[in-house]
């Protein structure tokens, strides 16, 4: 492309400090160093890990410098590649990754996990590996979040944090499997391994508790309870496969004692996609006590869950997953082939559209309990041609 080389000028919503609104700034994105590959992000979802790091850093989260360009569920285009890049060229379609996947290390070549810290520890603290950030804006770094960045029309990312996906994907659809969607899903078939014919439990109904519903139903569990003390989200949990809701506001006892009367023991697996400690504990004793598997799937950084010991002796397995288990650069396109040939559902869990101007807006329907996927169109004259 003709701007391959040179430093691009371009919208992107930055948080100044945390616990503020983003603010939609003019930033210059500079060209992709060695084994670095600069995208023009077409459309990202927002998240509630982007919400969480914004308004409570320092809380349930590390702190993250600022100021800082959020947003880590995102697909687009490849505008240009650094040196020594051999995989991607000018034109790809691709999905950005916060998990690399470098395919030389020994956590890559192990089928036990998808655990590769290629960067890891530069792109946790919002800087590439040179330690530097590629986006700047009035004259000052803007780090970049998890190495991602998104809510900017243009990024810079790591060559082996990056998949290439098929050229009739449509990525304001696909850009939900570069978080959300693939963490639920995979949480349940690659982690929890949940089994025909088995009951399930899933803790928070947002994107990725529906996505850990969805992955039940494809493995053939027959009994699968929502959890949630948002009622309006109940009818949505069935189209993904629930076959009942329950709101614990609505009982006098602990939900994980309601559910164990429930299923007469426990159920066979439980689903945490909330991220708070107390709700942890409540999935772990849902279970049933002699062979029940426990997945933590909602994220947070620095809290502390209870654990009764002989909960785990007696027979729980407690487990928790990052990404859902996926080798992310080569799972995700065959994700993407899964949603293209309808073994996937993606549309039904985006609820909004909206242009990067309006990101608060989506930030705070999220804070609400409103929708459950709101998709960002980085260039939103241009949408229609990537839908």
């Known amino acids: 492309m003709s701007t391959a080389g040179q430093v691009i000028r371009c ?7 945390p616990r503020k609104p983003l603010s939609i700034e003019d930033v210059e ?5 060695v084994h670095e590959v600069r995208v023009k992000i077409v459309a990202t979802g927002v998240c509630h890990t982007d919400r969480e790091y914004l308004y409570e850093a320092g809380k349930g989260m590390k702190f993250r410098p600022f100021p800082l360009v959020l947003g880590h569920e995102a697909a687009g285009i490849v505008e240009s590649v650094g040196p020594e890049v051999t995989k991607f ?6 999905i950005p990754l916060f998990l690399p996947q470098c395919g030389e290390c020994k956590r890559c070549h192990s089928p036990k996990t998808n655990q590769c810290r290629k960067n890891w520890a530069n792109t946790q603290v919002g800087v590439l590996a040179d330690g530097t950030s590629r986006i700047s804006c009035k004259g000052q770094q803007v780090y970049q979040f998890l190495g991602v960045s998104s809510f900017s029309q243009y990024t810079v990312v790591p060559d082996t944090s990056l998949a290439k996906i098929r050229s009739d994907a449509p990525l304001n659809k696909v850009c939900l499997l570069g978080c959300g969607v693939s963490t639920g899903y995979g949480a349940v078939l690659n982690t929890g391994k949940v089994e025909k014919d088995s009951s399930c439990a899933v803790f928070g109904l947002g994107a990725v508790g529906l996505a850990a519903v969805m992955g039940c139903k494809v493995a053939g569990a027959t009994r699968i309870i929502g959890v949630d ?14 076959t009942e809701c329950v709101d614990p506001k609505k009982f006098s006892k602990p939900i994980q004692e309601v559910l164990v009367e429930m299923t007469d023991g426990g159920v066979d697996y439980a689903l945490e996609c909330v991220g708070s400690p107390g709700v942890m504990s409540a999935a772990l004793e849902s279970t049933v006590d002699a062979w029940g598997t426990c997945v933590i799937v909602g994220w947070t950084e620095t809290e502390a869950m209870s654990v009764v010991v002989e909960n ?11 990404f859902g288990g996926w080798k992310s650069v080569e799972d995700v396109p065959k994700l993407v082939d899964d949603y293209m040939n309808k073994k996937l559902k993606l549309d039904e869990f985006i609820t909004n559209n909206l242009p990067l101007d309006q990101i608060n807006v989506a930030f705070d329907d999220m804070k609400s309990g409103n929708g459950i996927r709101t998709v960002i169109s980085l260039y939103p004259e241009e949408a229609s041609g990537y839908s």
């Open 312 to 322: 785990i002796l007696i027979g729980r397995t407690l487990k928790g997953t990052y």
């Open 11 to 17: 919208k992107a919503a930055v948080a100044w400090e």
């Open 29 to 33: 994105v500079a060209p992709p160093k």
């Open 89 to 94: 060229s000018p034109g790809d379609k691709v």
């Open 229 to 242: 003390i948002n009622t309006a989200k109940f009818e949505k949990a069935k189209e993904f496969g629930a």
